[in-house]
């Protein structure tokens, strides 16, 4: 027996030792991306590996991997197909993302959960996650949080990061299930420990320290320990987490959780400033240099790290770059240049800087006097979120023009939009791919998996629609218009794990606090998500129009198709519009409008009773995965 066992073995070894080697395709960690090869000689390897060995599966797998990365849809699906009823898990997966998302055959939603099973009881990993995201958003079969976390916790088994953290973040937002700190904590451990990581850490999983971390720095779920939060920062910080490394600097830095030290501080620092998304780091670094803190004091070198974090579109930056002509340090004064600078940050949305171009205006200082734009600005400014010294400032300002402006003046000052040609330049100059195609901007949000809900008008006359945020970009077709309430639905091609959830129960009253949120201003306000604040100042529209309701909080064009969310987070509307000539004038479509349209047409949604107020921030980063920019191109 132990003879003919050593044979079988020697065979095998014999198959595989002259099998050809360049027949391999593998996958990158997070099992949806193929690590990079020259696909035309892998087809042509694997074609002839299956020609000496057809009953191989894994070359039958690789062949099918090879002709979906050189997009031969129709190629891929024969070969997994064959490798699938074989019981190759992988080629299981990959059937069944073919038959979800209709890729080389028509899109079957059964089907593909048919596959997804196979695979998913064949113990792949991937399969076993899908299974959870489906189940967790009801995406073609009924949502049931029990069978997501079965499937969840399934595939944790294998130790793969990626799910490890899904499970944290499940327990950590309480959205789906209770909230449970101590669940979610020793999840994120178990990925921070754990090798097997999508970003491909060899060290655990750097996302998760960073989490960890975070839930110590600020005492959730476990009691506030800076040192322990400092240990865990400094492991993904090691791995080259972009903010770690700030935090590291930011910890020595302030002495919190290390003993205080700016050279340190400002190494790490520097550090963090090599990576993407690192115009605070270069602002702080800018900030070192002028006060040398932790490095020799140099102006010059002050402005330039100033300079680069403008890059980026920091309005921070270009205030202080204002600041640094102004003063005439590391480089030679000049108003005019101050003024620019402080504008630049204006036309970002930077509330105080909006009343410094006003103050400039009025006091004609870096620019000709003008009134009437000294008044629109700061107009602007008080429209917004201001904290009580900057109100206080920009009302004294405010009050003195009105002093010296005429009635006519002031009656131009009020139509005059200081943003307008902000506007104009928003909506006209972007050109993307086609030079003759024109781009328009609004904002979308998750109503459920695939399902994004915005205005008619954002949408409306689109040869190409793209749905971005960070970390997020796919294609959208329209599925739904309803051109009378200005209401949209698109179905995206990419699935997204998080959507908003509408209110239940008692309705929004006038005086409630409510919250804006989107992409205003498109480009010009940077890549990220915006927010503003204020209340339901009526529940009717114009003409008293029951469809809709106004609000004293701040819209922007941009801001169109965007979610309006009461104090716990939930939708209570969907942003329609600002009256320009009536800058506190601003309108959304009741919440209850847009369910029915969402019901009209066969969409589920969730819904949650309004209970407990939260804090803005925790609600910006909870509401900020569901909610997208839209580009229409036209």
């Known amino acids: 027996m132990k003879k003919i066992i050593f044979l079988i073995l020697i065979t095998f070894s014999l198959v595989y030792a002259i099998a050809p080697k360049n027949c391999t395709v593998k996958k990158n960690s997070d099992s949806n991306t193929f690590k990079a090869i020259d696909a035309n000689k892998t087809i042509k390897s694997c074609t002839e590996a299956i020609k000496k060995y057809p009953n191989n599966i894994q070359y039958m797998y690789d062949l099918g991997s090879a002709y979906n990365i050189s997009k031969k849809s129709k190629e891929a699906f024969h070969w997994y197909m064959k490798a699938a009823k074989e019981g190759h898990a992988s080629a299981q997966y990959s059937i069944g993302g073919m038959y979800h998302y209709g890729d080389a055959i028509k899109e079957d939603k059964k089907e593909a959960m048919v596959w997804y099973l196979k695979s998913a009881e064949n113990n792949d990993t991937s399969a076993q996650r899908q299974l959870g995201n489906i189940y967790q958003y009801g995406v073609g079969v009924k949502k049931n949080i029990e069978t997501a976390l079965k499937w969840y916790k399934k595939a944790a088994e294998s130790n793969d990061s990626l799910v490890l953290i899904e499970l944290g973040d499940l327990y950590y937002e309480g959205k789906e299930v209770e909230t449970d700190y101590t669940e979610a904590i020793n999840w994120y451990k178990k990925a921070a420990e754990s090798n097997n990581t999508w970003l491909g850490d060899t060290d655990g999983d750097s996302l998760a320290q960073r989490k960890i971390a975070n839930m110590y720095y600020n005492g959730i779920g476990v009691k506030k320990d800076y040192k322990h939060a400092f240990q865990w920062y400094m492991r993904a910080a090691k791995q080259g987490d972009y903010y770690a490394l700030g935090s590291i600097g930011y910890m020595y830095d302030n002495g919190v959780g290390a003993t205080k030290n700016h050279k340190k501080a400002f190494a790490w620092y520097m550090k963090a400033a090599k990576q993407r998304w690192s115009s605070t780091a270069q602002l702080t670094i800018g900030d070192m240099f002028l006060s040398g803190r932790g490095v020799k004091k140099s102006y010059k070198k002050a402005m330039q790290w100033y300079m680069k974090a403008t890059v980026d579109g920091d309005p921070r930056a270009m205030v202080q770059v204002g600041f640094m002509y102004l003063k005439g340090w590391g480089v030679k004064k000049n108003n005019k240049k101050s003024f620019e600078w402080v504008l630049k940050a204006a036309m970002q949305g930077d509330v105080n800087s909006q009343i410094l171009t006003g103050s400039s205006y009025y006091e004609g200082d870096g620019v000709k006097k003008n009134y009437i734009k000294a008044y629109a600005w700061l107009n602007l400014a008080l429209s917004s979120d201001l904290d009580e010294a900057a109100r206080a400032t920009a009302t004294d300002i405010f009050h003195l023009l009105e002093i010296v402006m005429t009635p006519t003046q002031i009656a131009l000052a009020q139509e005059y939009d200081p943003l307008d040609k902000i506007k104009k330049l928003d909506s006209n100059s972007k050109m993307n791919k086609s030079k003759s195609e024109q781009s328009f901007t609004g904002t979308g949000f998750f109503v459920d998996k695939s399902t994004v809900l915005t205005n008619n008008h954002v ?165 900020k995965h569901s909610i997208v920019q839209i580009i229409c191109y036209q």
């Open 459 to 623: 949408i409306k006359n689109c040869n190409r629609i793209e749905l971005i945020r960070k970390g997020y970009k796919s294609t959208a077709k329209v599925k739904a218009k309803d051109s009378i309430n200005d209401l949209a639905i698109l179905e995206a091609d990419k699935l997204n794990n998080s959507s908003l959830k509408f209110r239940a129960g008692k309705g929004i009253r006038i005086g409630d606090d409510i919250i804006v949120i989107g992409y205003p201003l498109g480009e010009l306000l940077g890549s990220g998500i915006k927010l503003t604040t204020g209340n339901v100042s009526a529940l009717t529209g114009l003409i008293n129009d029951t469809t809709s309701m106004q609000l004293t909080a701040p819209v922007q064009p941009g801001n169109s198709g965007g979610a309006l969310l009461d104090s716990s987070g939930n939708v209570v509307g969907v942003i329609v519009a600002r009256l320009k000539k009536e800058q506190n004038v601003n309108l959304a479509i009741k919440a209850n409008v847009a369910q029915m349209f969402l019901d009209i047409n066969n969409i589920d949604y969730g819904a949650s009773m309004s209970k407990d107020k939260k804090d803005v921030a925790d609600i910006a980063d909870d509401a």
